[in-house]
């Protein structure tokens, strides 16, 4: 099993980004995959994760309607949309599997999103 993200950058405040999640290996839909973030001196935290079977959302609603996350099982992608970024969501993300596990027992390489203001 392997976890390829893909899609950060350095974007304005206010932009969006779309980061993207291919989970290689993870054929069970039950699996529940998503996204964690780490900024500099910070701890880790969940920022949203989906259980692919269902749709079923864990950590939700930690950005207040800001990021949304959605996948395509058919090429076994998860996908995180974040509108309106702040320069407070600069951080490395990481995709993680299975969410439910602390912490997660697979984790991706991680992408560095950076907002300026």
């Known amino acids: 099993e392997q976890l390829v993200e893909s899609g950060g950058g350095l974007v304005q405040a206010g932009g969006s980004l779309r980061l993207s999640c291919v989970a290689y290996?993870?054929?069970?839909?039950?699996?529940?995959i998503g996204w964690f973030r780490q900024a500099p001196g910070k701890d880790r935290e969940g920022v949203s994760c989906?259980?692919?079977?269902?749709?079923?959302?864990y950590f939700g609603d930690s950005n207040k309607g800001r990021f949304t996350i959605s996948s395509d099982n058919a090429k076994n992608t998860v996908y995180l949309q974040m509108n309106n970024l702040k320069p407070e969501d600069t951080a490395v993300y990481y995709c993680?599997?299975?969410?439910?596990?602390?912490?997660?027992?697979?984790w991706g390489q991680g992408t560095q999103v950076t907002v300026s203001s």
């Open positions: 290996g993870f054929v069970a839909e039950d699996y529940v």
């Open positions: 993680a599997a299975d969410c439910r596990g602390d912490p997660p027992d697979y």
């Open positions: 989906i259980r692919r079977s269902d749709g079923r959302l």
